[in-house]
């Protein structure tokens, strides 16, 4: 970063009324919920007041986030961001205790815990045409990677996909960076039937050149992308989710096996290619806690306020 | 001084004894009564050439401070510790006294040292007991930045130097509380969390502002911070787990130390659901690795739940490099050593969860490199262990976040940053470096003393601005 760039930063997250702030650059101040929003049944939109963390903030990466003191520490990634207004939004799904409490949130509230940017960007070339595939949450998540490819010059095409129609979000702003947008639903209530596998597999058939896949969603969404493009042969990159704790390469939990080699997916990751990731070592590790998470929403839903 | 009765043995610290303890995590030794405290400071010989001082790595003045206890001038006492060591308390409950100060007491020759760690811990909790501590009067600003990256020992005692005189500091955390491996590592039981806060509360009160939730090398690049400030401390850690790169690591139930004493300690894991980061409770627990980092995983372990706990270690008794204190309370506590064993596999259950670790026996060949005998594996002696978690705490070494994203910045082999030993300068014009991040893994105390001659150096880098 420029000089200059770095001093505006500052003033940024400086307030001038303070002696201390002004003269002491990157003063911390507690992140702030500016917005949350359901977007669809399940899924949240959380927009944050988080202005060194957006000044910074590129496709790929993601942020770890404490809902309140005795929250669990969690990987989010980045669905948007405004670095004018100095804002991070999140797209998550409410699944378990801290996901639920991150959805409780209202404009105004403090977040314990918003520390990023974390991870490696995603790699950002000109391929000429890359298939941009999202699920769940990672429609929100896919969202910066297909605009980021389209102004690199990329031929994008996004697929969605989802079980039917009211699951799906954001098709409009999808739209506008992409060339082309698929959908798919389990129920057929919106483009295609029967799950987006086979699209990319008659997409891929057809002869199509695709140079490039991405995939963002849920660890099985990602699984089966890898298995459809690994019989084309086709570069597919995957964001992987495991459990982390610092986000940082501290702490180990989130290691996975690529291509034989143990990686951490916090500082080697999160996107690696998803014909050499061990899906089955990733999708146990994501299952560790499962048997916790019930004693822990048993515990938070009767002390809901505490 | 006229010839005193030597009083051969330390005085007794009373304890929570073992079998109420491992059900607990509350801290183990209770600590000195101030009658106690003084009959054992009396036993100082105040000898003329102290090798305790030399033994000390911040030099604390401690014939001075051990007088001033027996005079039962408590006050006099912890200003003095506080003129060299901003965490007292601290080092008080951690440090390997026995290696260090109490190893060149006069007394140890042929009876037990003065208990020094054990009185700079009375005086340090002392003080504590008075209410709020005394601020020191600081000297007129200078009108110079510095940024002092992590808050553990290094960056705590750096930030404290500096503020002292009179600059400007600003302190960095990655996580969500300051003190590095004091609150992520160090379990409750050995040193509260409320000792860690009251002191980095103290050092805030000195002046220095902390930045938490601020991941140098992402949140902001080293280059950055020197844009805004004069001078930059790197105190980052050794934070980046080793795995021992055998079959079945990635198995549930297999933990890296630092996750598991993570878990436990920072993330009060120990108190789930109440907060919501849970930890594999195993019956069975077998801890890898013999220094403090596995004594203090394995006793966790008990108070965690584990019917029994384990320490798997691949040389003998003799080589182990832990606090003797630590493997005392360990074994008093009933964790069981398992000696001269090379885990060579982890093996499931067929569920994706470990339930087997399969060793070799070794047996000792000739010394290695550090002066240890090398543990040679015995072909054919695999056997298996059965475990439900494991925690592997074979050592870590420096991140290579910051190196990684700091051109000019020069690393060793193992990761660490190249300092120069003098004055803790990196290869990079402003930066300096101590801790961990320079040693590559050491005690808390080695740490505060690089960054005591790193903040000195910085003063005069500040000052002169000559590098």
Redesign the interface.
């Known amino acids: 970063m420029q000089k200059e760039e770095a001093k505006k930063m500052a003033e940024t997250i400086n307030d001038a009324s303070e002696d201390w702030c002004a003269s002491a650059p990157f003063e911390s101040r507690p992140a702030r919920v500016v917005r949350r929003e359901s977007l669809v049944p399940n899924l949240e939109l959380l927009t944050v007041q988080a202005p060194t963390v957006a000044q910074k903030i590129r496709p790929g990466q993601f942020i770890v986030v404490r809902a309140d003191e005795y929250g669990e520490r969690i990987p989010l990634t980045v669905a948007d961001w405004d670095r004018r207004e100095g804002t991070i939004s999140c797209v998550f799904m409410q699944v378990g205790t801290s996901t639920y409490k991150l959805g409780n949130l209202q404009a105004g509230d403090t977040l314990a815990t918003f520390v990023g940017p974390l991870g490696k960007a995603l790699e950002l070339d000109q391929w000429d045409t890359v298939l941009c595939a999202g699920g769940c949450y990672g429609i929100g998540s896919m969202f910066p990677v297909a605009r980021a490819l389209k102004e690199t010059g990329n031929q994008v095409i996004s697929l969605i996909e989802g079980r039917s129609k009211f699951l799906l979000y954001w098709l409009d702003r999808l739209e506008a960076v992409s060339d082309r947008m698929l959908i798919a639903t389990h129920d057929g209530s919106l483009g295609k039937k029967d799950g987006y596998p086979s699209i990319v597999e008659e997409l891929l058939a057809s002869g199509e050149r695709i140079d490039r896949v991405i995939a963002v969603g849920c660890t099985f969404m990602m699984y089966e992308m890898a298995q459809t493009t690994r019989r084309f042969g086709v570069k597919t990159i995957v964001s992987l989710n495991p459990i982390m704790i610092d986000g940082t390469g501290m702490c180990g939990a989130c290691r996975v096996s690529v291509g034989d080699e143990t990686k951490f997916a916090c500082v080697d990751g999160p996107d690696f290619d998803a014909h050499q990731v061990d899906w089955d070592v990733l999708l146990s590790r994501r299952k560790a806690y499962l048997g916790n998470e019930t004693d822990s929403a048993e515990r938070s839903t009767s002390v809901w306020k505490r | 001084m006229a010839k005193k009765k030597i009083i051969p043995a330390k005085m007794p610290m009373p304890e929570q004894p073992a079998a109420e303890r491992i059900y607990n995590f509350d801290e183990v030794p209770y600590g000195y009564t101030p009658e106690q405290a003084v009959a054992e400071a009396e036993r100082c010989l105040q000898c003329k050439r102290a090798g305790c001082v030399e033994g000390c790595p911040v030099c604390i003045d401690i014939p001075r401070f051990l007088a001033l206890v027996a005079e039962g001038d408590f006050r006099g006492a912890i200003d003095l510790v506080k003129e060299n060591n901003a965490l007292p308390a601290v080092t008080g409950r951690v440090c390997p006294q026995e290696e260090q100060c109490e190893a060149s007491c006069a007394l140890s020759k042929r009876f037990e040292p003065v208990a020094i760690g054990r009185l700079e811990r009375f005086v340090a909790d002392w003080e504590a007991a008075q209410g709020p501590p005394r601020i020191p009067k600081l000297p007129p600003p200078t009108g110079k930045?510095v940024a002092v990256v992590g808050s553990g020992p290094a960056g705590l005692t750096a930030a404290a130097d500096l503020v002292k005189e009179g600059h400007?500091v600003?302190m960095?955390e990655?996580?969500?509380e300051a003190g590095g491996v004091l609150v992520?590592g160090i379990p409750e039981f050995r040193l509260p969390k409320a000792i860690v806060r009251r002191e980095v509360d103290y050092i805030c009160a000195l002046g220095v502002?902390?930045?938490?939730?601020?991941?140098v090398g992402?949140?902001?690049?080293v280059?950055?911070?020197l844009?805004?400030y004069d001078a930059v401390f790197l105190g980052t850690g050794a934070?980046?787990?080793w795995?021992l790169?055998i079959p079945g690591?990635?198995?549930?139930?297999v933990?890296?130390a630092?996750?598991y004493l993570?878990?436990a300690n920072l993330?009060k894991a120990y108190r789930?659901?109440?907060?919501?980061?849970?930890i594999?409770r195993g019956r069975r627990v077998a801890t890898i690795g013999g220094g403090n980092v596995a004594m203090d995983s394995a006793r966790s372990a008990l108070r965690l739940g584990a019917k029994e706990s384990l320490i798997v270690y691949r040389r003998s008794r003799e080589e182990m490099p832990c606090r003797e204190e630590e493997i005392h309370h360990a074994i008093e506590e009933g964790v069981q050593l398992n000696l001269l064993l090379t885990p060579v596999a982890f093996h499931s259950g067929g569920n994706?969860w470990v339930k087997e670790m399969e060793c070799l026996r070794n047996e000792l060949g000739e010394p290695d490199a550090s002066g240890r005998r090398r543990p040679v594996p015995i072909s054919g002696s695999n056997f298996r262990i059965s475990t439900d978690v494991v925690v592997i705490a074979i050592g870590q070494s420096p991140?290579?976040?910051i190196p990684n994203t700091t051109p000019g910045l020069e690393t060793g082999r193992r990761g660490n940053i190249v300092v120069d030993e003098e004055t803790m300068k990196t290869s990079k014009h402003g930066v300096f470096a101590g801790g961990d991040v320079a040693t590559g893994g050491a005690t808390v105390i080695l740490a505060m003393g690089q960054a005591k001659i790193a903040a000195r150096a910085m003063s005069e880098f500040l000052e002169t601005g000559q590098w």
């Open positions: 930045r400007q600003t960095f990655a996580l969500h992520y502002k902390l930045v938490k939730d601020f991941v992402t949140t902001a690049t280059d950055e911070l844009e805004v934070g980046l787990p795995f790169n690591e990635n198995l549930n139930g933990y890296s630092n996750e993570t878990r993330m789930f659901p109440e907060y919501d980061t849970p594999v994706g991140n290579p976040m």
